[in-house]
Nanobody
Framework: QVQLVESGGGLVQPGGSLRLSCAAS????????MAWYRQPPGKLRELVAS???????NYADSVRGRFTISRDNAKNTVYLQMNSLKPEDTAVYYC??????WGQGTQVTVSS
């Protein structure tokens, strides 16, 4: 059974930074692509960033240049470094693994 546990969310002022972590278990992490999605209040869930098993990265236009996705296969963990945060980045952020596997989500609120 795949388990994904996110952490690192919180309240931050505009222009600030946060780093999200997603610890994975129950899958062969090193051969799987991983992704971060987010769901802003009242909106649909959207892809934020993804990373292939060998480190290839893809970003939504809205976060490119501000967010960085990375992975540590030794720790079965994927990260999302978020810099220059904006109020429109406010959302619940979800970790995703192939097979429609989702974490419980972590709230990110960007507000002064």
């Amino acid at each position: 059974q795949v388990q994904l546990v996110e952490s690192g969310g919180g309240l931050v002022q505009p222009g600030g930074s946060l780093r999200l972590s997603c610890a994975a278990s129950g899958l062969i992490f090193s051969i799987n692509a991983m992704a971060w999605y987010r769901q802003p209040p009242g909106k649909l869930r959207e892809l934020v960033a993804s990373i292939t098993w060998n480190g290839g990265k893809n970003y939504a236009d809205s976060v490119r240049g501000r967010f960085t996705i990375s992975r540590d296969n030794a720790k079965n963990t994927v990260y999302l470094q978020m810099n220059s945060l904006k109020p429109e980045d406010t959302a619940v952020y979800y970790c995703n693994a192939p097979g429609n596997n989702w974490g419980q989500g972590t709230q990110v609120t960007v507000s002064s």
